[in-house]
């Protein structure tokens, strides 16, 4: 069974960073490319980076750009989301999620559980 095991959320200050990782297991990792999403009280889930499965192409929505990166280790099955300079309004459940699309069937989608990231003083 497909586990995406999420981990780093937390308390931080504003201004300050969090480094979130996601662990695959049971998946072939490296053929997904593979998102963070995020979701803040009342608002619709968010697209916040991406990275490609095979070129590792990057790609971030305009309000974390040049703060946060997406690394991601195939050999360790694992996806990261370094976050900078955070900021109050990035409070939000944040989530990975491993997406493939597959010729006729359409496409595959895998979710971690959310982990909670409060920016705060």
């Known amino acids: 069974q497909v586990q995406l095991v999420v981990s780093g959320g937390g308390l931080v200050q504003p201004g300050g960073s969090l480094r979130l990782s996601c662990v695959a297991s049971?998946?072939?990792?490296?053929?997904?490319?593979m998102n963070w999403y995020r979701q803040a009280p009342g608002k619709e889930r968010e697209l916040v980076a991406t990275?490609?499965?095979?070129?590792?192409?990057?790609n971030y929505v305009d309000s974390v750009k040049g703060r946060f990166t997406i690394p991601r280790d195939n050999a360790k099955s694992t996806l990261y989301l370094q976050m900078n300079s955070l900021k109050p309004e990035e409070t939000a459940v944040y989530y990975c999620?491993?997406?493939?699309?597959?010729?006729?069937?359409?496409?595959?989608?895998?979710w971690g559980h959310g982990t909670q990231v409060t920016v705060s003083s």
């Open positions: 999620n491993a997406h493939r699309i597959i010729p006729v069937v359409g496409h595959r989608d895998y």
């Open positions: 049971a998946l072939s990792f490296s053929i997904y490319d």
């Open positions: 990275i490609g499965k095979a070129t590792g192409l990057t």
